[in-house]
């Protein structure tokens, strides 16, 4: 899958050095996931009236990146009010600030927009192994945990993804458990030969992050990798 840059700091701020610690999964509540989604839903978060973005957004065909400078500015994408729902639960802990969002395209089989939760919901099998994928590299990048990785639902309590299976107000989260296990699967996955760029090894971890800490000013998306 192809990460597509399309980069803006509109609806976004600026925080530098932040401390990324989670990844928080949405849905657009749009009615397609074909190629071309994902890049008008960035276009939308530049010329929109709204107060809202996304670092990513993902398809059918590929990712998008909305935030060219992800270690030094966040989007708005899972601040506001608690719900009174069920969900919320990283409340207060999980801010913009300190996450990467990630929507992913949704699909309405009536071709219009409905309520979170509407049984004409679903998302395609492409974009949730994109999704699959995209999340997988930004764990890797940003050395985030899979239990770091939840929903909007978890952070506010907002039924999103507001998909049949993917929060407790739907009824069943099987869909988010399914997608959660993925995460962290290694088996069933060929493993894929990756060539990384290395500019340095350290024994102690301090010394690499002061390391990467220099690095990243010049290259945002430098990450430490444990051998
Ligand atoms: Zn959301």
Redesign the pocket.
Known sequence: MDIINKFSAIHTTAKPGRDIRYIVI?YTAGVTSRAGSAINTAEYYRTTDREVSSDYTVDDTAAVCYNGDINNRYTW?CGGARYSTKGGTYYGKCTNANSIGVEICSTNSTGKMQAANDKSYSFTDAVINNAVELVRQLMKWHNIPAENVIR?YDVTG?P?PGIIGWNKESGSEAEWEKFKARLSETSGIPAKKMYYVQVGAFSEKANAEKYLAEVREDYPQAFIKVI
């Open positions: 949405h994408h909007h907002k999103c």
